[in-house]
């Protein structure tokens, strides 16, 4: 089995990323051996469809197990229909939470958590203003 953390670095001690398709690495981790190996997100800096670009980078990795911190609902989308599994963690460094996966501590995700175009950054918090 191989999970796929969304990761702020490239080893075992780095936080996890809580955005899926704009998170900075994605590291592959063996539970069993705590072997691993960290990929860099290309779908980053997309202007679009970086939870598919993302949830196709893990598909063709052989990770059958996802683990971030949000989900849109298009990269929700295309991890179910590869058949990889996603748990949802608020923070904590790689090795951390693939322990708690593996002790059977983490929930399984059943739904996308956040709406599209989250990680994109520049839209939050950007309403109209009002006069008083």
Do not use: W
Not at 25 to 35: S, W
Not at 74 to 102: M, Y
């Amino acid at each position: 089995m191989k999970i796929a953390v969304s990761a702020t670095g490239k080893d075992l001690h780095c936080q996890i990323d809580p955005r899926f398709g704009r998170c900075q690495y994605f590291v592959f981790v063996d539970p069993e051996t705590m072997a691993f190996e960290a990929f860099e997100n290309e779908g980053l800096m997309a202007s679009g469809g970086a939870g598919v670009q993302a949830a196709q980078l893990i598909a063709q990795r052989g990770a059958s197990v996802v683990i971030t911190g949000n989900l849109g609902p298009n990269a929700a989308s295309a991890l179910s229909a590869a058949g990889i599994k996603v748990h949802l963690v608020p923070r904590g460094t790689v090795g951390e939470v693939t322990a708690a996966f593996k002790a059977g501590k983490l929930q399984e995700a059943s739904g996308p958590t956040v709406p599209p175009h989250f990680g994109m950054g520049g839209g939050r918090g950007m309403g109209r203003r009002r006069s008083v």
